[in-house]
């Protein structure tokens, strides 16, 4: 009786709503299993694009698992961990992002039967970490180096690393094209890291052969004034002056007053103004640059002085693209144009401007440093270049990460299929529980080739058991995409970078062992919407001030 009338402890506040145990384990499970069942069908060269439209209007045509799962607007705590691995996955390799969001959600789909049995989540999460610290270790094993070639025979080896990566994309029927040019741009750039030496412009209309690559730098024709037209549009060795300064009249900024005493003294501050721009524009054709560049507004004025001299100019030009001017032509952005050496101007073999369907780009070509590239694409729908432009992203990454770890491993699944073998082997020698662990780490592994069949309308059982015969003759099979069968992935050239899978699989098996150690998820919306009420107060707290005050000074004195 008296245990019966001790009083409720209150530990957190009303409304507070906590979930956990075994039941909340499962719930993040199936979480997770639900958001990789969105991006499941995009797998592999027969993956499936999604479509998403958001709150804006915007339509984003992707199968790139990272583009959609950032596009998702995902809510659950637990799901969004698989949004996050899909994120490092993309940043760090570039490729792989639908395969880790498979891999993690197929570690957890494996290990929820053993939850609900009562397993403890940690002899969970430290055979998995065993099982995946080893998968690792196979795939550095198993990795083939490209390192000591020749460089035509190393270009091939990573054209055949891209293809392998557009394969799986919108733009996969123009793959071979595709590869070899983004394998002319990363090596174009060399040892640079920087991404954004590479510049990728879009201009609708043509088709995907349209698409070409400038050996330097091209950018659309900036806002131009009257005396544009009569500037040269070609030449050849030109010297090149990168400015960061406005040349063209403009009003003080400060609010200055100039009291004159004789209304003739005007007209020496107008003659002034005018000195100053001229003795600018002097000094630019005194460098003996037959090209501007400005990231500032060269005005009218200016157009004309340069059309009569013969010098092409460029007003208005992005940070980036001027940026990427000076890393090619070897010139530096300068702030003034006193003292121009010939030190600072740029340089390169051909400038010319062209005409690219509706467009007009500027294109240096033939730069001296060489250290920059530029893919203009070309498609139908916006929606299909902005996708062609994620997809050769990806291409870009991979041919970088395989030409820096150049080691590679072969794709369509036979990686997996070889993992798998590998684990289901080892768990035999382990006794205790841990076998069955280890074994389901192994068969979640098998989940890419079974997708990949899945996405291309095959029979997967048949396909894995033919696999699983030939891995354990120990070949490098992986599935046949074009034929519905198995091939030999390696002969086959369906190669992939050895740093995406490792990163894949370290990734996909952190993000399931976090999850699977999460027991409890304390949710206080109370909190939350008083949060939002306290905003809303101060909000009109703010506006009502701001009336009151307004109207004090409109009432009259008495």
């Known amino acids: 009786m008296a245990s ?25 499970i199936n979480a997770c299993t639900a958001v990789a069942d969105t991006v499941r069908t995009t797998l592999g060269p027969r993956g499936m694009d999604k479509l998403i439209h958001d709150d804006k209007g915007g339509v984003t045509i992707s199968n790139d698992g990272a583009t959609i799962m950032r596009l998702l607007d995902i809510v659950h705590p637990a799901a969004k961990i698989l949004v996050d691995i899909a994120k490092s996955q993309d940043s760090e390799v570039g490729d ?72 799986s994309k919108l733009i996969g029927g123009e793959k071979e094209f595709f590869a070899s040019m983004v394998v002319d741009a990363v090596l174009a750039i ?47 060795n030109p010297k090149i002056l990168l400015l960061n300064i406005e040349l063209e009249l403009k009003s003080e900024k400060e609010n ?25 524009l002097d000094k630019c054709v005194k460098s003996g640059a037959k090209i501007v560049l400005s990231r500032l507004a060269i005005g009218d004025l200016a157009t004309q002085y340069f059309a009569d001299r013969d010098i092409f100019c460029a007003g208005r030009v992005t940070e980036e693209d001027l ?47 060489g250290q920059t590239a530029t893919i203009v694409l070309r498609g139908g729908a916006d929606q299909f270049i902005e996708e062609a432009e994620r997809s050769l992203h990806d291409a870009i990454m991979i041919v970088r990460r395989a030409l820096k770890n150049s080691t590679v491993v072969p794709g369509g699944g036979a990686i997996d299929m070889e993992i798998s073998k590998y684990l289901r082997q080892h768990a035999r020698t382990i006794a205790g529980k841990s076998q069955f662990f280890v074994n389901s780490f192994a068969k979640a592994l098998e989940v890419i080739p079974r997708q990949l069949c899945d996405n291309a309308g095959f029979d ?26 198995i091939t030999d992935s390696f002969a086959n050239f369906v190669w992939e970078p050895a740093v995406v899978k490792i990163n894949a699989i370290n990734a996909a098996t952190e993000a399931s062992c976090l999850i699977l150690s999460v027991d409890e998820t304390v949710k206080n919306p109370k909190s939350e919407s008083a949060q939002g009420e306290a905003a809303a107060g101060a909000m009109a707290g703010r506006g009502g001030g701001a009336m009151r005050g307004r109207g004090g000074r409109g009432m009259r004195r008495r």
């Open 460 to 485: 997967a059982t048949d396909v894995l058991n033919k696999l699983r015969q030939k891995h354990a003759s120990g070949a490098n099979y992986g599935v046949d995409i074009n034929t519905g069968g």
């Open 96 to 167: 792989g992002t639908t395969t880790v969001v498979l891999l993690a959600a197929e570690f957890l789909k494996e290990a929820k039967p053993y939850v609900e049995d009562g397993v403890h989540p940690h002899s969970l999460i430290r055979s998995y970490r065993t099982a995946g610290n080893m998968a690792i270790q196979r795939v550095k094993e198993l990795a083939v180096s490209i390192e000591g070639k020749s460089l035509e025979e190393k270009k091939s080896l990573l054209a055949k690393c891209a293809a392998t990566t557009l394969s």
């Open 323 to 369: 940026q990427r001017v000076a890393a090619a032509t070897g010139g530096m952005v300068q702030t003034s144009v006193n003292n121009v050496i010939d030190e600072v101007l740029g340089s390169c073999e051909v400038f010319e401007e062209k005409q690219v369907g509706n467009e007009r780009f500027n294109i240096f070509s033939g730069c001296p440093s």
């Open 190 to 236: 060399g040892n640079d890291d920087r991404l954004n030496l590479i510049g990728i412009k879009k201009v609708p209309g043509g088709t995907m052969r349209d698409s070409f690559l400038v050996n330097g730098v091209a950018f659309k024709k900036t806002f131009s004034y009257a005396g544009f037209e009569q500037q040269p549009k070609k030449f050849l």
């Open 4 to 28: 019966m009338m001790q009083p409720q402890i209150i530990l957190l506040k009303e409304g507070t709503d906590t979930s956990q145990g075994r039941a909340q384990v499962v719930s993040n």
């Open 256 to 280: 200055a007053e100039i009291r004159l005493s004789d209304p003739l003294q005007y007209q020496s501050i107008v003659d002034a103004e005018w000195n100053i721009i001229y003795d600018k």
